[in-house]
């Protein structure tokens, strides 16, 4: 099983037979030729030159840097969360995302789901960050739409190791909000499989609610989401991106194909499924008290053949205009060669919105996606996926969608996960997400 494909494997040798000589090895073959020159005119033995040479290790002797400026982050270990004190600010933001498409093993009936976990802003009274569930559950069928979203403020998460854990890679972590919401993850190294289980007592915002699934990784392995492995996501009108703290910067990779496996629950319902889903992780201290920086579309496109469209658009308030500049994409074969871009080349345009009856905000749930690989009509499935989060005034839209060749009436030719999260642009500094529950 490959694991970032590109990142890990990207760095190879070149081809070389009898008959073809690079210009790599006639470049190093005529280097190592006028240093051979050099030490032969100065009478200098090559083994006395490299004896001589600054020695690498030790900070006494040399200030060559071997600790810090190599990879970006490292897997599995990344696959954690994170903490310790580069992450104790109120601007950490972390999340386990994934949606998955399942049909019921004995029924057929399909299911949408979507499942997040985030942990965000560091509670100096708990020494932990407020932890943030949503999911839904997606009967397509029937267009029954079944949400769930908590705050937990209180800290009581546990770090752990898996009891059947087989190896130091593998981690569990679990928290329980005390009035009716308990997470557990766990990661198991051997075999790359990720075990979720989330469940909801019954209240007056939702039905029972649980999820139990399994998500075992399959070709192409994660993708690291932008060239560098970092995204910009968390937008400053200030421009005060920081490398050194990640300030409004953010990790971030995905794995666009995973089998999924285990059982849901909806009400009085227990349903055994199977399907595939996406999955991915992102962190670093991007949660930015600027309003702007909460106002965007995400999708994730699996087309039919295996390849697939990953992008994001911010947009501006208070007309929602684009914001081009922000935009990025990462287009990626069945086999896992990652295309990416920026600006323009990839673009949204909303034909017609839905409006919530819920909250009477505005959604463009159908529109025109332009990309390098074509244009494509999007839809929703079902229309009504707009999840409500308690104490928070950021409604989010998560659902499953069609995606079309080039208008409404054309080939159907995948599905795609859309995310339309608008903070409203005139709220005050400070305000959105994790800041709203204390």
């Known amino acids: 099983m490959r694991r970032f494909p590109c990142l890990a494997y990207c760095i190879q040798p070149a081809p070389s037979s009898s008959t073809e000589v690079s210009r790599r090895r006639v470049v190093g073959g005529a280097l190592t030729a006028g240093l051979g020159a050099m030490l032969a005119a100065s009478e200098t033995p090559l083994a006395v030159a490299a004896q001589e040479a600054t020695p690498e290790a030790g900070a006494e002797t040399s200030t060559l840097e071997t600790v810090s400026g190599q990879a970006l982050y490292t897997l599995p270990r990344d696959h954690r969360w994170h903490g310790g004190s580069f992450y104790e600010t109120g601007e950490y933001w972390e999340w386990h995302y994934w949606t998955g498409f399942a049909h019921d093993v004995d029924t057929g009936e399909e299911w949408g789901l979507f499942y997040t976990t985030m942990r965000n802003a560091f509670i100096p009274e708990t020494g932990q960050p407020a932890v943030i569930n949503f999911v839904s559950l997606t009967d397509l069928a029937s267009k029954t739409f079944y949400p769930a979203s908590r705050g937990i403020v209180t800290g009581g998460e546990q770090a752990i190791f898996p009891a059947d854990s087989t190896s130091p890679d593998d981690f569990e972590y679990a928290i329980e909000s005390g009035d009716g919401l308990s997470i557990t993850e766990r990661y198991f190294h051997a075999g790359e499989r990720w075990d979720f289980e989330v469940a909801y007592e019954p209240s007056a915002e939702q039905v029972a609610l649980a999820i139990d699934v399994a998500l075992v990784l ?167 996926q707009e999840i409500l989060i308690p104490g928070m005034t950021v409604p989010l839209w998560e659902g499953a969608m069609e995606v079309r060749r080039n208008s409404s009436d054309g080939e159907l030719v995948g599905r795609m996960n859309l995310e339309e999260l608008f903070n409203d642009p005139g709220l005050p500094v400070g305000g959105p997400l994790a800041r709203q529950l204390g």
Not at 260 to 276: K, N, P, S, Y
Not at 342 to 355: A, F, K, M, Q, S
């Open 218 to 384: 399959e070709e192409p392995g994660y993708l690291p989401t932008t060239p560098t492995g970092v995204e910009e996501e968390g937008y400053s009108r200030d421009g005060l991106y920081n490398p050194e703290t990640m300030y409004g910067l953010s990790y971030y990779y995905f794995a666009p194909k995973m089998k999924l496996t285990g059982a849901i629950v909806a009400g009085d319902e227990t349903h055994q499924i199977e399907g595939t889903a996406w999955l991915e992780h992102q962190w670093g201290n991007f949660s930015t008290e600027d309003p702007e920086a909460y106002r965007w579309r995400w999708g994730s496109i699996r087309f039919d053949d295996g390849s697939g469209i990953n992008w994001r658009q911010w947009e501006r308030g208070p007309d929602n205009a684009a914001v081009f500049d922000l935009n990025h994409y990462a287009i990626y074969t069945a086999e896992g060669a990652v295309r990416y871009g920026y600006g323009r080349d990839l673009t949204y345009e909303v034909i017609t919105t839905w409006v919530s009856p819920h909250t009477g905000r505005h959604y463009g749930l159908y529109g025109l996606l332009r990309t390098p690989v074509g244009t494509f009509y999007v839809s929703p499935m079902v229309e009504d």
